[in-house]
């Protein structure tokens, strides 16, 4: 009896749009994101729902652009080994006396070849670019309206389609060694005690413990330039970031020679610290909140997704008025961010006598007095990580 099985995928509806490399067809281009509510079905009656799947598929080609397309190193080695016992049981193991027959040898030639043919390329060395770093080449998708319906694009934080809910996916994966210069609003252009100093931002994850990328980022010469005293994993966090999924990222400790002491993140493509006294007070979460909006916010200026010089029609005066409003003096927006049609301030001033700073627009924002340990970085950072960080734990 012939059982007919498969998977009803139902409500299939795009929801994001990235370029990407695909590993299939080794084309570069646009990237489709699909959700349906999947059900396992029995000669087409849905019995078991599976719930609600995401899957990426290539414009080119249809497969997914991330999907394995190497045999595992574990199942290549198994037939190394295998191949070479059949090819022993075929020739010694059989009646004494008998000679090998004709398919003896043509089982032989064959499977001797693709023995040798794996055995080279297990151990040849590599040419070229592997996948992810031609991955890691690819120019992330910017476009001010949806692909699809033209509309104009909203901040979510990512440029998103409000009438067909597409999201335009900024970085299509980990960028290997990405050197992003320093932010309009780090402390090396405004004064602020936190700097922000542009160095090695990624060392091999394989090769090294989280303690010894940081050692090593701390002894670039863009940074101290001298090996730290010491450097002590501290806590590692489990986030989903969005445009990034789920992500490791390892808090660390250190000391350097002349007593300064820091905390930085090492997560496989960016190892970062904010270098300051009054970072330190920061507490870990809020710090590792700055962090995730840091990481969005720097590639994002560094490939054009991120305006920073633009002039601003209405919403900058808009948002100026709503922060007098709210009790606050002496304003000064100090840096602009236009992400697809949306703009984000950052400013200073005073509230109540305090020196006061913040980031954000007229529909959300976020703010800080000087006597918050937050007021050592950039606003926008904080700002940029509540909407980066959909969980952390």
Known sequence: MIIIYGVHRFGRKKVGVRNDFCNSCKNEGVAEHWQSFDCAHIFWIPLIPLGTKRRWKCSHCGEDPRAETKMSPVLRYALLLALPIMLWSLWFDRPAQSSPDQMTYWMTAIFGGIWLWMLYGTFKRPTGLTNEERRATVIPLSTDECLYCHAPLTLQPHPQCQPCGIRIEGVPGRRRNATPPPLPGSARDHGVPGSVTAGPSSWSANSMSCEDQMAQWLSHPNEFGVPPQSVRHKRTYQLDLLGHGDVEVHLVE?????????????NGSYTWSFLSDGVNTIDDDNLMLAYCGWMWLSPA????????????????????????????????ITNRYKIGTSELFEF??????????????????????STDPCFNLPSIYFLLGQQVIKTMR
Request: cysteine-free; glycine content about 14%.
């Open 348 to 369: 200073t001033g005073r509230y109540q006598g305090q020196a006061a700073k913040g980031a954000g627009d007229t529909s959300h924002d976020i703010g800080f007095l």
């Open 254 to 266: 250190y000391a350097m020679p002349n007593g300064r002491q820091g905390r930085g993140f090492v």
């Open 301 to 332: 200026i560094h490939t054009g997704d991120v305006v920073t010089r633009f002039d601003s029609a209405e919403e900058e005066r808009l948002y100026l008025a709503q922060k007098q409003q709210q009790g606050l003096t002496d304003l000064s």
